[in-house]
């Protein structure tokens, strides 16, 4: 079945930069959306990143763009997320998340565009 693990979290100090991981097993199709969810005590989980096995430019939430950079390792079945100039903002419990899509009709931002998960890494960031 479709596995989705992440790793990478921590805590940092505000400015400081964080690399997240998410290896993916499981997934048979070449034709897949990958994405970044972050979600913050008492707050809706929100899309911040995601992109196409296929390439293309990846979509970013303006609130992360510029300071964040997701890209894919199809080799290695694994996504990333470099985080830099981070801010106690960004303090949240980061998802990856899958979803099976053919190219050319994008990527979603949004939580039920996805149908798989992983368990989530925290990420807390101090002033």
């Known amino acids: 079945q479709v596995q989705l693990v992440e790793s990478g979290g921590g805590s940092v100090q505000a400015g400081g930069s964080l690399r997240l991981s998410c290896v993916a097993s499981g997934y048979t199709s070449s034709h897949y959306c990958m994405g970044w969810f972050r979600q913050a005590p008492g707050k809706e989980r929100e899309g911040i990143a995601s992109m196409h096995s296929a390439g293309g430019p990846g979509y970013y939430t303006d609130s992360v763009t510029g300071r964040f950079t997701a890209s894919l390792d199809n080799a290695k079945n694994t996504l990333y997320l470099q985080m830099n100039s981070l801010k106690p903002e960004d303090t949240a419990m980061y998802y990856c998340?899958?979803?099976?899509?053919?190219?050319?009709?994008?990527?979603?931002?949004?939580?039920?565009?996805?149908?798989?998960w992983g368990q989530g890494t925290q990420v807390t960031v101090s002033s």
């Open positions: 998340a899958a979803v099976r899509r053919l190219y050319g009709f994008g990527c979603p931002l949004v939580q039920n565009g996805y149908n798989y």
